[in-house]
């Protein structure tokens, strides 16, 4: 990537420590090395530079440093980038691929102020291929996101393989699935398992979602013999919500649940694996209560750490389950009381970080059920003082949703991803006290030459003044 001379701290998010050094600067060139240990040989092939064991820029390991920690030194002569693992120093090179090719002089340390960034993908509602995924993956490392959620299954649609249970994909992948028929397909195996592969190589860790015990009514179109009476049910296309639900009181909907969270479990070599559990308007509360108790340990059995929307506060949770906040409201106090209780939190209030809203009226693209979402309004908000009773202490993270009600291409996810990421992946990142709506959108301008060359369509939003 072409990038223009940067100052030392101009870069997306903003680090947490930057000490320039006045008239020093190092400038990568064709003649430039990288030299680094076996161990981040991969890391340092981001920087597509020749490797040499005198480099000039050179990348180490330091145990000092927390894992997605670095330290970043440069010089007239050399660069130098420690990392607390290869995670840290892959966000390192990030920062190295920002700036240069003529690098500043100085010092820059930094680490994150949240374990989990990430933001998520709909494909239930439109289906993306493997390789739009992967491509997708590209453009969200650069500012350090290291979560993708992949919401795999919902009423129009089913979107994983799953062996043993044909017609979930055969029917709720096929021709005329999705929003208004637009958006069939699904992942076999082979192409998820190398999402997940691919995604790893950048530090990303895919988190799958089989949504339940709401959001199923592409599965009882599959299935009949799932639903309350057993008859077939009608497809489902239009975008609306909280009509269908998987059966509490039949055990035939607990071997379904074990057989498909078995499978992704078995795929999914990350430590999440996220169940749903929204907008189950049609499930009673105590048939609600009684299949969250029956399931939420399921993951747990598999070695995985539960995750579900913040509906789910209300059952009795494990331990180490995360609870996921989205609505522009309070969730009354149940959400609260969990982290109370010491579970933990990620942040996705809609009306600050949900992608698929509309930046402004005039938007083609989007929803406007939690307002307009502009670029400062995803910035300018802290997940600390979101939620009463949920505190620095037990949040986990923060999330930017992107739903595909809307979306029917590629385009139109980048089109509502960038430039709001960005500003939610600056949220997620920096320091508390360090953030500035100002330094934000001028750092912001540097990347809409980058995207235009690269083809990304972005929205042109009128806060930022574009280079």
């Given amino acids: 990537m072409s990038l223009r001379t940067r100052t030392l701290g101009d870069v997306i998010p903003r680090p947490a420590s930057v000490r320039p050094v006045t008239g020093a600067s190092f400038t990568i060139d064709a003649g ?10 991969a890391v340092a092939a981001h920087l597509g530079l020749p490797a040499g064991p005198d480099g000039a820029i050179r990348l180490a390991l330091d145990d000092s440093l927390g894992p997605e920690a670095y330290r970043l030194e440069i010089t007239a002569e050399a660069v ?61 490392a650069p ?52 999402v997940v592969a691919y995604a790893a190589e950048r530090f990303v860790t895919i988190v799958p979602e089989i949504d339940m015990p709401g959001h199923v009514n592409a599965v009882h179109v599959a299935y009949p013999e799932l639903t ?23 055990e035939e909907t607990y071997a379904f649940v074990e057989a498909v969270l078995k499978t ?14 929204d907008e189950c308007h049609s499930t009673p509360p105590e048939d609600y209560r009684a299949f ?27 331990d180490d389950a995360i609870v996921q906040y989205w609505r522009i409201e309070a969730a009354d106090d149940a959400v609260a009381r969990a982290a109370a209780a010491g579970r933990r939190v990620i942040v996705s209030p809609a009306d600050r970080t949900y992608l698929d809203m509309k930046y402004d009226a005039a938007t083609r693209l989007g929803l406007d059920w939690a307002g307009h979402l502009s670029v400062e309004r995803a910035y300018d908000w802290d997940p600390a003082e979101r939620l009463p009773g949920v505190g620095e202490e037990s ?7 992107l739903w595909s009600e809307t979306l029917r291409s590629v385009d139109d996810v980048r089109y509502l991803t960038f430039p709001r990421l960005p500003a939610v992946a600056e949220v997620a990142w920096s320091p508390r006290g360090s953030r500035d709506w100002q330094s934000f959108r001028e750092r912001l301008a540097a990347f809409g030459p980058r995207w235009e060359a690269a083809g990304v369509r972005f929205h042109r939003s009128p806060e930022i003044d574009w280079h």
């Fill in 32 to 41: 430039t090395a990288v030299s680094a240990p076996a161990t981040l040989a």
């Fill in 80 to 140: 130098t980038l420690r990392g607390g693992s290869p995670q840290g120093v892959f966000w390192g090179v990030q920062t190295l691929l920002q700036l240069g090719p003529e690098l500043p002089g100085g010092v820059i340390e930094d680490e994150p102020r949240y374990p989990y960034r990430s933001t998520m993908l709909d494909l239930a509602r439109h289906f993306f291929t493997a390789d739009q995924i992967k491509a997708h993956i590209d453009l969200l």
């Fill in 143 to 194: 500012f350090k996101i290291n979560h993708l959620h992949l919401h795999l299954t919902d009423d129009q649609g089913w979107r994983l393989e799953i062996p043993g249970w044909p017609r979930l994909t055969e029917i709720g992948a096929g021709p005329g699935t999705g929003v208004d028929g637009a958006g069939p397909g699904f992942l076999t195996l082979a192409e998820y398992a190398d």
């Fill in 228 to 250: 309350a009476d057993g008859q077939p049910v009608a497809p489902r296309t239009d975008a609306e919500v909280g009509y269908s639900s998987l059966v509490a009181g039949k």
């Fill in 264 to 277: 992704v479990a078995d795929l999914t070599p990350g430590p999440y694996l996220h169940i749903g559990g």
């Fill in 292 to 318: 969250l108790e029956r399931v939420l340990p399921i993951p747990g059995r598999f070695g995985k750490r539960v995750i579900g929307w913040h509906e789910i506060a209300a059952a009795d949770l494990p």
């Fill in 395 to 401: 949040i986990i993270g923060v999330e930017a949703p």
